[in-house]
């Protein structure tokens, strides 16, 4: 039961361009969200985070937005760079079950 | 600061053997998860440990077990292996604090079974 999706496996983007990623979750306990970028044979990089009450977070070039009603968020990348270039994961946790549930991930391509 | 450390970082083992995988938390991190990252596929939740016990498992058979001693630090065992347990082996570090936080990563234990 994948409770988090990401329904795009990938992602190709001019450099200096917005990248847009997005996640859906269907479980309403959800109220920690969380973006990982990940590299091939490394772990997962934490990127960004959002707590449920707030709608948006910006953390440099990274954006997240949350949608509630719509159990739906995005991270927005602005302006994309070759280093940009990963997997990044979409994942959700729930007050007193922090285990995370992560998306099957997308892949971002930066085109120079 | 020492990040989650993982060993080792490659495992070859035969179909049928068992497999143990190691990890050290981030200093004060009381929380210790496992992920599986099998070829193709996103993070799937193999088990959850904090303060030395089992709090959350995933939907994985019993052949996958772990633990976690007092210094925090945590194993992953995998019995009776199959070639379908060939993996990326993740493992994750939190603090607990009652409240959500992000979890750090290691680099993972490649496991390969022949």
């Known amino acids: 039961d994948q409770q988090v999706k990401q329904n795009s496996p990938s992602l190709s983007v001019q450099e200096g361009r917005i990248s847009i990623l997005n996640c859906d979750y269907t479980?309403?306990?959800?109220?920690?969200f969380l973006w990982y970028k990940k590299y091939p044979a490394e772990g997962p990089t934490f990127l960004i985070s959002i707590s449920s009450i707030k709608d948006k977070n910006e953390d440099g070039r990274f954006t997240v937005f949350l949608n509630k009603s719509a159990k739906h968020l995005s991270l927005h990348i602005v302006p994309s760079q070759p280093g940009d270039s990963a997997v990044y994961f979409c994942?959700?946790?729930?007050?007193?079950?922090?285990?995370?549930?992560f998306g099957a991930g997308t892949t971002v391509t930066v085109r120079a | 600061e020492a990040g989650v450390t993982q060993s080792p970082t490659h495992l070859i083992k035969t179909r049928g053997q068992q497999a143990t995988l190691r990890c050290s938390p981030i200093s004060g991190h009381t929380s210790v998860y496992w992920y599986q990252q099998a070829l193709g596929l996103g993070l799937q939740f193999l088990l959850w440990y904090d303060e030395g016990e089992e709090r959350n498992r995933g939907n994985f058979p019993p052949r996958f077990s772990g633990r976690q001693f007092p210094n925090y630090s945590s194993e992953l065992n995998v019995n009776a292996l199959e070639l379908e347990d060939s993996a990326l082996y993740l493992c994750?570090?939190?603090?607990?604090?009652?409240?959500?936080?992000?979890?750090?990563f290691g680099q993972g234990t490649r496991l390969t079974v022949v």
């Open positions: 479980n309403s306990m959800f109220d920690y």
């Open positions: 994750a570090s939190s603090v607990t604090t009652g409240s959500n936080t992000e979890a750090f």
């Open positions: 994942a959700a946790s729930a007050t007193n079950d922090y285990k995370l549930s």
